[in-house]
């Protein structure tokens, strides 16, 4: 078929081919978008940022020239099958690869300009830092087992190709982009705003920077780097297309084209390839019954255009499960003679509403850069699959209306779950779409849901306990969950008591059967938020063990019960702020650290997962493993965005690395932790880092001079080791006397650290030959213990001491 385009409006290519039941010739209303795009690409002009995440300024190039040092090169040894992306952050090259790379951390070393290295991995990436303040002009080439960065001579510009332009589509923008790995998301480390990364496994070429409402597009060697100052933005990686950058709001950022059209009610390609059309319900049962005859009688050369036409006269009389069955085995897109795209979406939505959701899966998780009308079938799918509730309720809420056009057997079919979902998980300005609801009982409990959130709280009580009582055993189940639910969330009931009624539930106890899998799944999901309130964070752990996503648990109400347990058991805290009591609050560093180990590579990676790590690498310290504590908190500096807080905890990676005789680690540390209008107490822990580091180098001269005038417990406590480093003992006396003034209690027992301090002292006496100290430090004891053979070695030095003193 001849393709020609009239160029009168802008489309895009969707679907372009002949209808399997009907043989007629189709061109869609999308059909050219796409090279007309191309060929007319807008020049966007710069807009400041919505949200203000760029208030900090971007450091400038600290260096111009190279000293003369062209030609550098760097091998990172990765494999050819790790999708990479590279940008510049301030001084830093930032190498991001679409999974961890192990073998980086401990065999991983640049050269030349590209000497200062640091690798950071994820659970799901790995972040190299390359930092060269000169910005010199780079490249980087695919190989055998990895990918070379090459520094290239100035003016070169013939060496690197530009990237694909990108193509402004309704409501989307695409980056043409092959063979491109997972998003990527953490902060930038310079201006702390939210990085959307999407790496490649081919070289990309370099890409400029342009910006625009909501969101910018940075300068990239390699791969697609996006600073989304708003929410809203987002990026899904398509595979055979490309990366798709959107808006998802329900009142969105204008990309791409900006708003579509409205799709008339019977106008869009939902309606035309789902076979819908109105008419009154017993019409379109008549109708299925008639083409399910048809296709049952059809010769074997027609039988498939039949069983297309009679599945779409099934689906829109609200029967999927039918029309699942007509169309289940029919061919897939690669295989010979396979359907053109219009039987496969309707092939994925039959799949879909009959509840195989892994088989709608191919079709509609990819619906980027398609009409506008088809995205309601992508938020159903996200409902169903279980993903992550805010966006596939705002989805859903987008296009609430949509539904209300629908043929009633198909509207009475997807309303009701649509709205149940939106009233449960959807925000409060999402929910509002829903008033006024219908008055049918089907919508009785997103009716309870409505009169909570608008604050009836008992009306909503009364409510919830009439539906306990439902004929309905399913609409039963969830209202009695609800009710107890409910009265948690008012404070009606304690969390134990909520978990006992939610586990009794489970349990068959309330005189209620064996619940329905939806509803159970559902109940477990309340048990394990009830079971971390009141502390038992190791159930609520194996709770959610048995869980999986689903429109009646979504992934991310999943990982946000999964992150508040795993915050009860790292910091001993309950969410209300009490210590938790009881096993779980007897749990030692050793068994929390076992538990993190498995459980917090479940998490998403963002700044909630910071502070867990944080957590972690403190735990990890207090068992001795100070190595693994610092890889924890350069975990956690990764995901942080405010640079006070990465500040701190670069401090806890000094203090890790000392731990763990890394020197290496504690000066990028330190060197990474400067950053203006820090805290005093932050800055004077730096200033003690410092002199700490020198300590650790053999540079005391350098350390001493930091200290020469600190007097706080933390500067004697330094300096005093220096002294006795230096075998400057009478020093270590003078600074260690003072210290233990202040730290050693007149009267009472001494505590184990008072007590180090006690016997540090009478050694650098006896050191000292200082006999009169010793002698005023066991008066000062009065007979109180050291321990047995502290006591034991303190007299003798006293009595050396004396001794030698007299003979003198």
């Not at 819908?276 to 019954?289: G, R, T």
């Not at 347990?565 to 068994?591: H, I, R």
């Not at 944080?614 to 908190?633: D, K």
Request: hydrophobic share 45%; with cysteine.
């Amino acid at each position: 078929m001849q393709v020609v385009c009239c160029q009168k409006q802008r489309c895009s290519t969707f679907e372009v081919g002949e209808d399997v039941a009907t043989g007629k010739s189709v061109m869609g209303r999308y059909m050219c978008g796409m090279l007309f795009a191309y060929l007319l690409l807008p020049t966007l002009s710069a807009v400041a940022g919505e949200d203000g995440l760029h208030a900090l300024p971007v450091p400038a190039v600290q260096e111009e020239s190279l000293d003369g040092q062209q030609g550098a090169s760097l091998f990172l040894p990765i494999g050819a099958e790790v999708a990479l992306a590279a940008f510049w952050s301030g001084s830093d090259l930032l190498i991001v690869a679409d999974r961890p790379v192990t073998s980086l951390v401990h065999n991983f070393t640049g050269q030349g300009i590209f000497a200062d290295t640091d690798v950071t991995v994820l659970e799901y990436a790995t972040v190299l830092r390359v930092h060269v303040p000169s910005h010199p002009h780079i490249a980087l080439h695919k190989k055998l087992d990895g990918w070379l960065l090459e520094q290239l001579p100035k003016g070169d510009t013939g060496s690197v190709r530009a990237a694909p332009p990108a193509v402004m589509m309704p409501e989307a923008v695409l980056f043409p982009q092959k063979q491109s790995g997972h998003v990527i998301s953490f902060p930038d480390p310079t201006t702390g705003a939210r990085l959307l990364i999407t790496p490649s496994v081919m070289e990309t070429g370099y890409r400029s920077s342009y910006r625009a409402i909501g969101y910018g597009v940075r300068d990239s060697a390699q791969g697609i780097v996006v600073a989304a100052d708003s929410s809203q933005i987002r990026l899904d990686a398509v595979a055979d297309k490309g990366v798709f950058l959107s808006a998802l709001g329900l009142d969105a950022l204008p990309v791409g084209q900006g708003t579509a059209e409205t799709v008339p009610p019977e106008g869009g390609l939902d309606w035309f390839w789902l076979g819908l059309h109105a008419a009154p319900v017993v019409i379109l049962q008549k109708n299925w019954l008639s083409a399910k005859v048809d296709a049952e009688k059809a010769p074997p050369s027609l039988r498939w255009p039949a069983q297309v036409a009679a599945a779409r006269a099934a689906f829109v009389a609200g029967y999927p499960a039918d029309a699942w069955r007509l169309v289940k085995n029919m061919p897939q897109r690669s295989e010979p003679g396979a359907p053109p795209t219009g039987v496969l979406f309707l092939r994925a939505c039959a799949a879909l509403l009959s509840h195989d959701v892994d088989a709608a899966a191919s079709v509609l998780t990819q619906m980027d850069g398609a009409p506008p009308e088809l995205e309601i079938w992508h938020a159903l799918y996200l409902m169903m699959s279980g993903a992550n509730s805010k966006d596939a309720s705002v989805l859903l809420a987008r296009h609430y209306e949509q539904i209300l056009r629908y043929p009633q057997p198909l509207r009475d079919l997807l309303l009701p779950q649509v709205t149940n979902y939106i009233a449960r998980y959807g925000a409060d300005e999402t929910a509002l779409i829903l008033e006024p609801l219908p008055s049918d009982g089907v919508y009785d409990l997103a009716r309870a849901r409505m009169q909570d959130r608008e604050g009836n709280v008992e009306t909503a009580r009364v409510t919830l306990e009439n539906l306990t009582a439902a004929a309905d055993p399913e609409k039963a189940a969830y209202a009695r969950a609800d009710l107890v639910n409910f009265l948690l969330q008012h404070d009606q009931i304690a969390a134990a008591m909520a978990a006992e009624s939610f586990q009794n539930l489970l349990d068959g106890k309330e005189g209620v059967g064996k619940l329905v899998p939806t509803a159970r799944a559902y109940t477990s999901l309340l048990l394990s938020t009830a079971l971390v309130q009141c502390g038992r964070a190791r159930q609520a752990l194996a709770v959610l063990g048995e869980l999986s996503a689903s429109a009646q648990t979504p992934y991310d109400r999943l990982e946000a019960v999964r992150r508040q347990a795993l915050y009860v058991l790292v910091f001993n805290t309950l969410p209300s702020g009490k210590a938790v009591s009881g096993e779980d609050g007897a749990l030692s560093a050793e068994q929390r650290v076992h538990i993190l180990q498995t459980q917090l590579p479940l998490l998403e990676e963002n700044t909630s997962k910071a502070k867990l790590l944080r957590g972690y690498g403190t735990l990890l310290l207090q068992i001795g493993q100070a190595e693994a504590a610092v890889m924890a908190f350069k975990q956690a500096v990764v995901l942080t965005a405010d640079p006070v807080a990465r500040a701190e905890i670069q401090e806890q990676i000094v203090q890790a690395a000392f731990k763990a005789g890394n020197v290496n680690a504690a000066m990028e540390a330190l060197e990474q932790s400067t950053v203006p209008g820090l805290p005093e107490d932050m800055a004077a822990r730096r200033h003690y880092d410092e002199a700490h580091l020198a300590l650790t180098k053999g540079d005391r001269a350098g350390a001493l001079a930091l200290l020469a005038d600190d007097e706080s417990d933390t500067g004697l406590e330094l300096r005093g080791q220096l002294y006795e480093q230096g075998k400057q003992w009478a020093d270590a006396v003078r600074v260690v006397g003072r210290l233990a003034s202040r730290a050693l209690p007149e009267t009472g027992p001494l505590t184990e650290p008072q007590q180090d301090l006690a016997m540090q002292l009478a050694t650098d006496s006896a050191a000292a030959h200082d006999a009169d100290t010793l002698q005023r430090l066991k008066a000062w004891l009065a007979g109180r213990t050291l321990g047995k053979e502290r006591d034991r070695q303190l007299d003798m030095l006293v009595k050396q001491t004396v001794h030698y003193s007299t003979e003198r």
